[in-house]
């Protein structure tokens, strides 16, 4: 298998603010690297390195990395048995160091809220279902983490994400055919998740934040390709959508 993949491998570094974010491999190393670039020069910075933290493990996974709008921590998870269930950690980037706020038992990803101060992620049931979202503030326990949303229905999925302005905190929920979203604003994270559109059996739809609106690939109508719509940010319900 080494002779036939590039073991020094590397992402194409993603600018964001003051610094550009990306990963690779060293040669003989099994796991990432994760680095950033300030954009007006300098040295790179690693800022977690996979090889380092599997060592002494007889199993190790880094799942999701996601650094802060402030680019002072980094939100980052692993499994170290093979479970699949996915422990989250909060890594101070100027110390290179984890702090106290630990989550385990997670799907393996977590979204920073607005100003950094706390954290969106989703937990596993019994079936290793995404079926409960959770936000952990910081310096809290886990014990103490708030439910934000159940997902019932056995047959669905769920994920928290962000959207690329950093505005709105993204649940989505799906199954191979239907999808549904809700949605709670970054700077206020205890807010109730707004249904975008209710789940209708066979009908998708995905949003992307684009200012002042949101733009929605969909194939309601019948769109067997999919069309494009806009809705407003302030009610981006289905009887806003424009085509």
Request: charged content about 30%; overall charge negative; hydrophobic content about 30%.
């Amino acid at each position: 298998m080494k002779g036939r993949i590039k073991e020094d491998d590397s992402s194409v570094p993603m600018r964001d603010g003051p610094f550009a974010y990306g990963n690779s491999y060293r040669l003989g190393g099994e796991h990432p690297r994760f680095f950033r670039t300030p954009r007006e020069g300098g040295a790179e910075e690693i800022l977690l390195d996979g090889d380092v933290e599997a060592e002494g493990r007889a199993y190790f996974r880094i799942g999701g990395i996601d650094h802060s709008s402030n680019h002072k921590l980094l939100l980052w998870s692993y499994d170290d048995k093979g479970s699949e269930y996915y422990t989250l950690k909060v890594r101070d980037i100027a110390s290179a160091s984890d702090g106290a706020d630990v989550v385990s038992d997670t799907g393996g990803s977590g979204q920073w809220n607005a100003d950094n101060t706390g954290f969106f992620y989703t937990r596993l049931d019994d079936n290793h279902r995404p079926s409960q979202i959770f936000y952990h503030q910081l310096g809290d326990t886990a014990g103490e983490d708030r439910l934000v949303y159940e997902e019932l229905d056995a047959g669905f999925f769920m994920d928290v994400g962000g959207t690329r302005l950093n505005d709105w905190i993204m649940i989505s929920i799906n199954d191979h055919e239907t999808s549904e979203y809700r949605l709670i604003p970054a700077n206020q994270p205890d807010a109730e998740p707004v249904l975008v559109k209710a789940r209708e059996t066979g009908v998708q739809y995905d949003l992307e934040e684009g200012g002042d609106v949101f733009f929605i690939l969909t194939n309601s109508g019948g769109a067997k390709d999919f069309r494009i719509m806009t809705a407003p940010v302030s009610d981006p319900r289905e009887e806003n959508w424009s085509e």
